[in-house]
């Protein structure tokens, strides 16, 4: 049941946003080809595709972050300020990422003023006139929240709440909220939801991105699909069905590669080498409960979920980074693990290729008194440089100085290097180009070939060609199961969105 009424006014609100046949390129990838899409004031205009699709493109142009190659970005009847005129940007459009951008040392009023000082020319910060303000403003718009509480004890959802707020403060009516119920729990969601539709009221108008399609149901009124950099659906919600919706996204061409493995082994594995029974862990990236699943020496199980549903948390529990309130993990043997972030977990930026490819082997490559024996810490290295096809200039390069594609290679080499019995790797191929892509999923392929037992988390459908078992979560659980490939790809989207529970 939808929430809202989809057929809004009777005469058009001038658009917030428009994006006006825009294109933009990054080397040879089109991100955006061509793509027309207004938001109007007083409306919820979801923003939906798979990853790849092109939103985070239009996101970066509707922000100013990025100029458009061709076509034009106007807001609110006006054509978009320069580039270097951030102060035009941010009272004209505000996006509320799912990384949040409060600093935590500083209060509520602090955080919704940051960088705009109340107080009179040239004088020193009017403190109390700064809260005054700050709470007006959190009265104005319906926000329970302590101005004076400090942004480091505040809940995602109060973030958010600081996050619109401060966008409202400076002027901003075109909002885009980019996966904002991600990390939500229901209750969180509805009142997020209470607070868009009064922000409609006020003649804000909203650009929802999510990936869970029945939100888009219950708070939007029109809708728009990107797949593959191009706009192929528009319209109001109540004239679009969920199968229609879900049929945009995929396509109905086929990927470059088959999606699935061409011949699955389901029979000839090994023992059980990773056992997990009744996980529970509270974590704000995603907190988990009741997981059971198990993954056998040449098996490759993808655990596929959206970004907060959870499934990352459990690679971190495999990998013991964090702690569960209840259930066990048990893991018969070492286990190799490839973080979610390459830059906050995965590498070391300023030490060569070397160094961190054999980070995990430091004890196997140490004489007695905790020497490292360069011979084979090269010897060790070159081989995953040979395996993954990590170019650099030398082994001592810094791994920042590689590309992108390169610096992944290092840290899935890295879990590899230690010749796990167990391998986690959350999002293997994330943000890199697709020579890459396949020198890193052959690499996976091989060692599930040679009897590793393999936990694939992702919700890139490439990835989950090297499966031979899929597992969905939704919001914390698992709730689907795929057993034997090929796999549906619409079956496996709706599952992923929570369209269907059939474990």
Same mark, same amino acid.
């Given at each position: 049941m939808q929430r809202f009424s989809s057929t809004?006014?009777?005469?058009?609100?001038?658009?917030?946003?428009?994006?006006?046949?825009?294109?933009?390129?990054?080397?040879?990838?089109?991100?955006?080809?061509?793509?027309?899409?207004?938001?109007?004031?007083?409306?919820?205009?979801?923003?939906?595709?798979r990853n790849g699709a092109g939103k985070s493109t239009l996101v970066s142009l509707f922000t100013g972050l990025q100029r458009p190659d061709a076509g034009a970005i106007r807001l609110a009847g006006q054509p978009a300020p320069g580039p270097a005129d951030r102060g035009a940007w941010l009272a004209r459009v505000a996006c509320v990422y799912q990384k949040s951008m409060v600093v935590p040392p500083l209060t509520v009023a602090e955080n919704v003023f940051l960088n705009r000082p109340v107080g009179d020319r040239g004088s020193l910060v009017d403190w109390k006139r700064m809260r005054a303000q700050a709470h007006e403003l959190m009265l104005e718009w319906g926000f329970d929240l302590d101005v004076d509480q400090e942004a480091s004890t505040l809940t995602v959802e109060q973030r958010q709440i600081v996050e619109i707020a401060r966008a409202l403060s400076i002027g901003a009516r075109f909002l885009i909220l980019d996966e904002p119920t991600a990390a939500l729990e229901k209750a969180a969601v509805d009142r997020l939801f209470e607070r868009v539709d009064r922000l409609r009221e006020g003649g804000v108008g909203v650009l929802?991105? /999510?990936?869970?399609?029945?939100?888009?149901?219950?708070?939007?009124?029109?809708? /728009?699909?990107?797949?593959?950099?191009?706009?192929?659906?528009?319209?109001k919600v109540g004239d679009i069905g969920l199968a229609q919706l879900i049929a945009a996204m995929v396509g109905s061409a086929p990927p470059r590669r088959a999606t699935e493995i061409a011949a699955a082994r389901t029979s000839g594995l090994g023992e059980t080498r990773?056992?997990?029974?009744?996980?529970?862990?509270? /974590?704000?990236?995603?907190?988990?409960?009741?997981?059971?699943?198990?993954?056998?020496?040449?098996?490759?199980?993808?655990?596929?979920g959206l970004r907060g549903s959870g499934s990352s948390t459990v690679g971190d529990a495999v990998a013991g980074l964090v702690k569960a309130r209840g259930g066990s993990v048990a893991a018969r043997g070492p286990v190799g693990y490839v973080p979610q972030d390459r830059h906050q977990r995965g590498f070391a930026p300023q030490l060569g290729v070397d160094e961190n490819l054999t980070h995990t082997v430091l004890g196997r490559i140490s004489g007695r008194f905790g020497i490292v024996s360069s011979r084979r810490r090269t010897e060790i290295?070159?081989?995953?440089?040979?395996?993954?096809?990590?170019? @650099?200039?030398?082994?001592?390069?810094?791994?920042?100085?590689?590309?992108?594609?390169?610096?992944?290679?290092?840290?899935?080499?890295? @879990?590899?290097?230690?010749?796990?019995s167990v391998l986690v790797a959350t999002n293997p191929t994330v943000g890199v180009d697709v020579a890459s892509k396949e020198a890193l999923l052959d690499a996976i392929a091989q060692v599930r070939d040679r009897g590793v037992a393999v936990l694939v988390i992702s919700d890139d459908f490439e990835d989950l060609r090297v499966c031979t078992r899929l597992l969905v979560m939704v919001r914390g659980r698992i709730t689907a199961s795929f057993d034997t490939p090929p796999w549906d790809r619409q079956q496996l989207i709706s599952a992923v969105e929570g369209l269907e529970v059939a474990v």
């Open positions: 809004g006014p009777a005469t058009t609100p001038a658009p917030v946003g428009e994006a006006e046949n825009v294109s933009k390129t990054f080397g040879q990838t089109r991100a955006l080809v061509d793509v027309s899409l207004g938001v109007n004031a007083g409306e919820c205009h979801a923003l939906v595709g929802y991105i /999510s990936h869970h399609l029945e939100e888009i149901y219950e708070i939007c009124q029109r809708v /728009s699909v990107l797949r593959d950099g191009e706009l192929v659906l528009t319209g990773l056992e997990v029974n009744g996980l529970n862990v509270v /974590s704000r990236s995603g907190s988990v409960y009741d997981v059971d699943l198990t993954v056998r020496a040449g098996e490759c199980v993808g655990l596929v290295a070159m081989r995953e440089v040979q395996r993954l096809q990590i170019v @650099a200039r030398t082994l001592d390069q810094p791994v920042s100085n590689l590309s992108g594609g390169n610096q992944q290679k290092v840290v899935v080499g890295r @879990a590899l290097a230690a010749e796990p």
